[in-house]
Every structure is written in C-alpha cells, then in structure tokens.
C-alpha cells in the first residue's frame, strides 16, 4: 500500500534536512540517502469516457534511466483528506501493449472498453530517504516539477512535494513529522490527487460509473431503492480487482455481501425496477444467483480453513500432521474453486451483468425514469418489507418443529432477505429500523455458524473417508464442531425474540 502525502512549495523552497525533522522518530543509526535527480516519462491509459480516472484508479508506463514498467493504482477505500492511499501493482511488459494481466485486473471498470493514452507526463525529480540503521524505509521525499499533456493539447506544469511513508518502524511518525516540517518551511497542503487527475482537471472528470448518492432527508421510494443499489454495486466493483489479485479473503466476503443485497434488493422492489428500460429485475438476479454459486465454494473453504488452523492448539502433538494434511487439502480445493470464480470473472457472462446493473443503478437516479404507480408509494414499500418478514416467519415456524440442515440454510436465506429488504427501506421506514437490521444480522450470523458448522462436518466426513490417516483428528473436529453446533441450537431463540419485540 502506497501513502503519501502531497503537497505544494513555494518559490524558491530548499529542503530542510530529513534527519533534523525527524529527530526522535527513528532509531539510532538511520541516515539519508543522497539527493538523487532523476527525469520521469510516464503515459497514462484509460478509456475515452475516462473511466479509471473517474473511478480514481491510475494507469500507466513510466519510464526513467533503469527502465520501464507498468503500473496501476487502486484506491484505498477510505480516502482521508490528509493524505493519498492506494495499492500499487506493478507488472514488466513492452511499452507498446498494455499488459494482459492489468487489463485483467481492470474488467469490472473497463466492461470492454479498450484504454489508450490520454495524458504524458514529464517529471524532474530530486529524492531523499530517510531509513532505520538497519536499512529498512522510513520515508521518501519528492520535490517534483511535472509538465503534463492532455491527448487533446492542454499542457500543465506544476511544481510537487510528495512525503512518502515507507515499511520500517516509525515510518507514519516520521511522514507527518516530515510533513510538518515542510509546512513551517512554506510549504502548503496540496489536493491529495494523483498528478494524472491534475493534469486532466479534477472539475472535468465527471462522476464515477456508479455513484452512491447523498439521501435527502424524506427521500422518495426510487431515492431509497436506488441509494440501497448504488451501494452494494460500488462495493461489488471496488472489490473485484483485490479478489483477481488474491491474498486477502475479507475482499471475496465482501464481494459476496455486495451480490447477495443486490440479489436481494430485485427480488424485493422488483415492483420498482421493471418499470425501467433493460433486463426485468429477475432476470438480472438470476445472473446473481450464478455469480453467487460460483463464488460460494471458495467462501466456504476460507472458513473452513480457519476453523483447521484454529485447531491447532487443540488436538494432541501426536495428531498434528493428519491436521495439516487437512489443511493442504483444504488449500488444494481453494485453489480449484480459486479457478472457478476467476473463469466467472473473466467471462463475458459477468461484464454483460455489470453493464446492466450500471444502467439499472443509472436507470433509478434518472429524474427523467418513467413512474412506478403504487410501486413509488412509501405504503406500497412498506408492504414490500413486510412480505420479507412473513416469509421470514413462516420459515422460523418450520425451524421450531423440525430442525433439519436443509431448513436451517433456507431460514438462514430467508433471514438475509429480510435484513437487506429493512436495511434498503431504512431511509423510508425510519431510524428505529436499524435495530431491526442490526438484530437481524445476529440471527443471521447465528444460523450461520450453525450451518457452517454442518458444512464442516459434512468436509471432515468426505476428507476421514478419502484419507484415513485424517480419520482420528477428523473425528475429534466433528465433535468439537457438533458442541459448536449445539450452543448456535441453543442461541438462536433468544436471537429471534430480539427481532420479534422489533418487528413493529
């Protein structure tokens, strides 16, 4: 993760010395690099409509004396006013092609669009480093002079100080010391903007594909709905390129959240969407519901996975080598099912579903959108809800008198909707639902552990059953999972007296 922090000198501005600035924040031994000039030639890339670049996403080939490389920069999902965060990806290819595997990367942002140049920038830079007395990166300073270009002829030249955070400790008190230094040296706090989105004009880029939209204080049915939407497809789009980059299971969980409430949310105001142009509001969670069965299995192994490493510390030293041969088992399935949901990814299938959810989403925030009848009426969207709740009823009536596997994960479903449908009607239905969606998220998340504790235990069974040597530690997980199992039996009640005394 790359943060910086930016900022604008003034004329005639001479760096203080990094190793005054910063006194007290490193350790003893550290130094300073020598100032190093160096002449950068960058080309940035993005669609015509300037897609990344709305998206806040960069991407480049820059060039200088040691050679070139590709480049792209995500954006971190909380962007703070003080300073600039993004993950940096960076891939060796030939200058004349952008490299397969970034534009890989980009699908979800680019939906077939191919990008080209639109901007080169020609930066003159001086660089320090501050580092630790062990060599490790304390921070970088840039004094930069750029000098861009637009495809279309508009040049601009702007001077630059960039205070990079690097890896070594006390790395962040060292930036915001350097960066206060810099200020009692006249330097002024600068737009955290990449250089890119200067030189193309942060005032002329427009909106992102997708926007998340600011709620009026009474907002209509088609404002809630479309808030609601907004927010699960630019969650949905942010996590894409993370989950094709790998490494971190938070980003396929979430990805997964994003689908479900969408899914959800054409199910429950189908009423409200069918009434505008493209696919109907089934057809499109259909496409959902597919997405969401290619991406399950993964899901389902990284919590798997965590339960067979938690378990460590708990079987005997004698059993630790059948437990981790179930957990290369359990890795050896993740990389299959690893395959699966990139082949979803990748597919025409998938970009032909973001295109329509974009309009759908462009479709409610539209003031021109053709009218809904008794579907824009806040009553009607009330009774919407209120179908989610009986359904949810009903299934927690078939749950008390016959506890099996199979309704459990049905309930479980049926919970979900429930809590999406509330938490999209919030803005109308006011602010005490929120502790209806809050409770329904508890009885959510207590079927599932118990299903998830079925899931496992069905796992281990097949696993003991294909290798022998797993049997024994197999066994003893299963009856720790089947106590799991019975406390979740035990909890869900209470959960759901919760949301019955909210339902109101």
């Known amino acids: 993760m790359e943060v910086e922090t930016k900022l604008v000198p003034p004329?005639?501005?001479?760096?203080?010395?990094?190793?005054?600035?910063?006194?007290?924040?490193?350790?003893?031994?550290?130094?300073?690099?020598?100032?190093?000039?160096?002449?950068?030639?960058?080309?940035?890339?993005?669609?015509?409509?300037?897609?990344?670049?709305?998206?806040?996403?960069?991407?480049?080939?820059?060039?200088?004396?040691?050679?070139?490389?590709?480049?792209?920069?995500?954006p971190a999902r909380s962007r703070k006013s003080h300073h600039l965060a993004r993950r940096e990806v960076d891939v060796d290819g030939p200058e004349t092609d952008v490299p397969r595997a970034l534009l890989g990367l980009l699908t979800a942002q680019l939906r077939g669009r191919t990008p080209t140049?639109?901007?080169?920038?020609?930066?003159?830079?001086?660089?320090?480093?501050?580092?630790?007395?062990?060599?490790?990166?304390?921070?970088?300073?840039?004094?930069?002079?750029?000098?861009?270009?637009?495809?279309?002829g508009p040049v601009l030249e702007f001077d630059e100080v960039e205070v990079e955070q690097l890896d070594g400790f006390g790395a962040k008190?060292?930036?915001?010391?350097?960066?206060?230094?810099?200020?009692?040296?006249?330097?002024?706090?600068?737009?955290?903007?990449?250089?890119?989105?200067r030189v193309l004009g942060t005032d002329e880029l427009g909106p992102?594909?997708?926007?998340?939209?600011?709620?009026?204080?009474?907002?209509?049915?088609?404002?809630?709905?479309?808030?609601?939407?907004?927010?699960s497809l630019d969650q949905l789009l942010f996590h894409d390129p993370r989950i094709r980059l790998g490494g971190d299971e938070e980003d396929l969980h979430q990805f997964r959240v994003a689908v479900r409430r969408l899914r959800s949310d054409l199910r429950t105001f189908v009423d409200v969407l069918d009434v505008l142009d493209g696919p109907s509001a089934a057809a499109l969670a259909r496409e959902l519901g597919w997405l969401a069965d290619a991406t399950s299995a993964r899901r389902d192994l990284d919590v798997l996975r965590a339960r067979l490493v938690a378990a460590?510390?708990?079987?005997?030293?004698?059993?630790?080598?059948?437990?981790?041969?179930?957990?290369?088992?359990?890795?050896?399935?993740?990389?299959?099912?690893?395959a699966t949901v990139l082949e979803a990814l990748e597919s025409s299938r998938y970009v032909d579903l973001l295109d329509a959810l974009v309009k759908t989403v462009a479709g409610l925030a539209d003031p021109d959108r053709p009218g809904g009848g008794e579907a824009t009426d806040k009553d009607h969207l009330r009774r919407m809800v209120r179908r989610r709740w009986k359904k949810?009823?009903?299934?927690?009536?078939?749950?008390?008198?016959?506890?099996?596997?199979?309704?459990?994960?049905?309930?479980?479903?049926?919970?979900?909707?429930?809590?999406?449908?509330?938490?999209a009607a919030r803005p109308i239905l006011g602010s005490r639902s929120k502790q209806l969606e809050r409770d329904l998220g508890?009885?959510?998340?207590v079927l599932g552990d118990v299903h998830d504790c079925e899931v496992?235990?069905?796992?281990?069974?097949?696993?003991?059953?294909?290798?022998?040597?797993?049997?024994?530690?197999?066994?003893?997980?299963?009856?720790?999972?089947?106590?799991?199992?019975?406390?979740?039996?035990?909890?869900?009640?209470?959960?759901?007296?919760?949301?019955?005394?909210r339902r109101r």
């Open 11 to 74: 004329s005639g501005f001479s760096m203080p010395g990094l190793l005054d600035v910063v006194v007290g924040t490193r350790p003893t031994g550290g130094g300073v690099g020598p100032a190093e000039p160096v002449r950068l030639v960058a080309r940035y890339f993005d669609t015509d409509d300037l897609a990344l670049a709305r998206s806040s996403i960069t991407l480049r080939y820059r060039s200088d004396p040691s050679g070139g490389r590709w480049t792209v920069k995500l």
């Open 117 to 152: 140049v639109v901007a080169t920038l020609v930066t003159s830079r001086v660089t320090q480093r501050l580092t630790t007395s062990d060599g490790a990166g304390l921070v970088e300073v840039a004094v930069d002079h750029v000098c861009g270009t637009r495809t279309d």
């Open 173 to 197: 008190r060292a930036r915001r010391a350097m960066v206060t230094a810099l200020r009692s040296a006249g330097c002024r706090r600068g737009s955290q903007v990449p250089k890119l989105m």
């Open 208 to 231: 992102p594909d997708v926007v998340v939209p600011t709620l009026p204080s009474e907002p209509t049915v088609h404002e809630a709905v479309g808030h609601a939407m907004a927010r």
């Open 312 to 338: 460590k510390n708990e079987v005997s030293p004698l059993d630790t080598k059948a437990l981790e041969k179930l957990v290369d088992r359990c890795d050896l399935q993740a990389e299959q099912a690893d």
């Open 392 to 423: 949810l009823d009903r299934h927690i009536g078939h749950l008390e008198r016959d506890p099996s596997p199979a309704v459990l994960h049905r309930t479980r479903i049926v919970t979900k909707r429930c809590r999406a449908a509330v938490g």
């Open 442 to 445: 508890r009885l959510q998340d």
């Open 456 to 501: 496992a235990q069905e796992w281990l069974r097949l696993a003991a059953k294909e290798q022998w040597s797993t049997a024994l530690v197999a066994g003893q997980l299963i009856a720790g999972l089947r106590a799991e199992e019975e406390h979740g039996w035990n909890d869900w009640p209470e959960a759901w007296k919760r949301v019955e005394r």
